[in-house]
């Protein structure tokens, strides 16, 4: 099979025409591409002038997102806890990156590793090469998709212009260009027979993004074992080098928690209409969360449940049964890339509006298959759900109930988008429809289904019953934690997407819920006892500031706990990149601050015991575990693993943690004095960071059940009788 090249539509649809002699249809070929040359032009030069002059001026998420991560590479740095949004703002604070909020959900381990060897340069600076080699992609990619498909250079550069999710690229400094032009590549060196290679572009695409792995499927339907080897080893060796990189113990966070929240459609919000996705589309008709999305059409999540992953494979599901095994007609293997590409795109649980710079490759490769100068009307439709797709998205607010049917554009035409490209898979050449080959295929996705129901029904079992426990959260917050008893209240840090000014410490007291004075610092912990309170406030260092102003600041501290008699406060500093725990006595202001853990311990959370002892958790280069070091300090193990959070309680008998079970963190208690242990909760969701109110029998703590992954909101619970 070869690539040939078409003749170029300019001349094709004129000569067409004029061969008629009809003189309607010359004027029209002649306006329609006057229309696209002025067409192109505008958005050519509004790009020139607005869209890349604003990119060059600002760092805009995602960039700070690979950039603080590959710059603990770079720098040797501890990077197991890259997931955590408090740990990764913390470090983008320290950089002094001009960034509010970052994290890294959903994003891959891998992908950071593109902008690593920019890590040397100024933020700013680093971004402007990135986009300087993103220009450079996009032309290669155009080059490769004129050279598969033969079309107008206008018309492909065109398809680019029109591309709005294209400018977000390079505002937001994302991988999507790369992206698009693995993808480019891989169908290029596919048609070229180069069948290896071309799995080996599919593999590393996939450790940028996981759904090029359904090309994978789709090797194996057309039965081409070189390019399925090809992509099974390229992505191996991706993971490889993303594990020596970053070490296992993140990417055990990663499949064991991110990726899997991530399939559901619970790495972000996943009540947010603006994603215009099937999961935010479901999650917000059928499920109720008393914050997020107080009005579903109906509270019956179940059908969630059932109707996202019968509703993904109904889409996913043709794109494959419809691949000819065996074929080698070029025009009909380029429509089989355009409709697995688009129906991937519209599945997708994350679709941030910059992913779909990628429609540009499949509505070229529809575009292409279209006979010259006619079907116009399909050529319209195409374009026209190819603009809303890439340019609308969905509703932010409003529409409750069923109308948020109506809110969703964009995941509208990426539907439509995928009908087209399955009329023009079927339309290409009569086949045989029905086949043993295509039953087989088809009850394995039915099974594959099936599998997904069931686990999603286990999911949800439990998974809200924790709202009867919330106290109240702050109105528009995506996450509340770090709970610290004071007094009848308990404070907390919060992110409140409307202040749009980072994180920020408050109390809620009866209800009542109340901000410390607006910072341009960030402030990411925070512990209290009856009469004060303890904040860790970030910039190039972090700092613990008390509410108290004749006490002065404590430098490089982070993370304050303050002990049950308020005579010690414990703090962490990271030395040699571990976080090793400090104490001052409160009670004895000439007394020094003193190191209470051993230097390689990279220590995460700590408590005080009732006799001035910390039980800490740290992690040993594996999973973490809960350790008590003693006045003395002695060091023992609590022989717990995989359990972080510790929490005594004010009496000392109870130790409440977390323990991290099928890739949940779980609530358990432990009596310290009979060293009998229970579980408290058990929902397939996350209970971190117990704190005891002063009665020692109630934890606050903090839960993201119902919500998106570690957007966590503040519970109540009486766990002592």
Known sequence: MEIKNVPDDDCASVASVGSTGNETGKRFSRWLYLAEWVALVLLTVQFAVRTLPDAWKTLNTDFPNYFVTASLVHERADTSRVYEWIWIERQKDHLQLDQRIIGMVPITPFSTLAVYPLTSLPALTAKHWWNLFNLGLLAATVMLIRAMTGIAWRRILLVVALNFALRLNFMYGQYYVLLLFLLTLACYLYLRQRRFLSGVA?????????????????????????????????????????????????????????????????????????????????????????????????????????????????????????????????????????????????????????????????????????????????????????????????????????????????????LVLCVLAYVLLVRQRPFRLVTWDRVAWAGALGALMIFSVVGNLRHQRGLYEDYRYRVVAPEGSYMTVHPAAQGDGVAFVSFVSMRGDGYHSGLNSKGAVSFSPSSADDELAVTASERERWVERVGRESSVISSDAARPAIQRAESPVVSPDERWLAYLRVEQGRGRVWVRALDEAAAPDAPATPVEMNVMEMSFGPGGELVFATSLGGPPGLFMAGRNGRVQSLGLTDARYPAVSRDGRWLAYSQLERGSWHLWLRDLRTGSQQRISHAECNNMEPAWAADSKTLYYASDCGRAQWFSVICRRRVVP
């Open 202 to 414: 599919i593999g590393i695409a996939a450790g940028l993004k996981i759904f090029p792995v359904i090309f994978l499927l789709y090797f194996l339907r057309k039965r081409d074992w070189r390019a399925f080897s090809g992509g099974a080893m390229a992505g191996l060796a991706a993971a490889l080098v993303s594990i020596a990189t970053f070490g296992w113990e993140l990417h055990r966070v990663y499949l064991a928690q991110v990726l899997p929240a991530s399939l559901r459609g619970e790495g972000l919000d996943p009540y947010n209409l603006s994603a215009a996705s099937l999961s935010s589309l479901l999650h917000r008709l059928f499920i109720y969360e008393p914050q997020l999305n107080p009005h579903p059409a109906i509270n019956v999540a179940w059908l969630f449940a059932i109707f996202h992953p019968v509703l993904q494979m109904l889409v996913m599901a043709p794109a494959l049964l419809l691949t000819e095994r065996g074929s080698a007609d070029a025009r009909r293997v380029r429509l089989e890339w355009a409709a697995i590409v688009a129906a991937s795109l519209a599945i997708s649980t994350s679709p941030g509006t910059y992913l779909f710079t990628l429609l540009i490759l499949p509505v070229c490769l529809m575009l292409e298959v279209l006979p010259q100068g006619k079907h116009y009307v399909f050529k319209a439709v195409l374009v026209g759900v190819y603009a809303v797709a890439t340019f609308m998205s969905g509703a932010g607010q409003g529409y409750e109930g069923w109308l948020a049917l109506l809110a969703v554009p964009r995941l509208h035409a990426l």
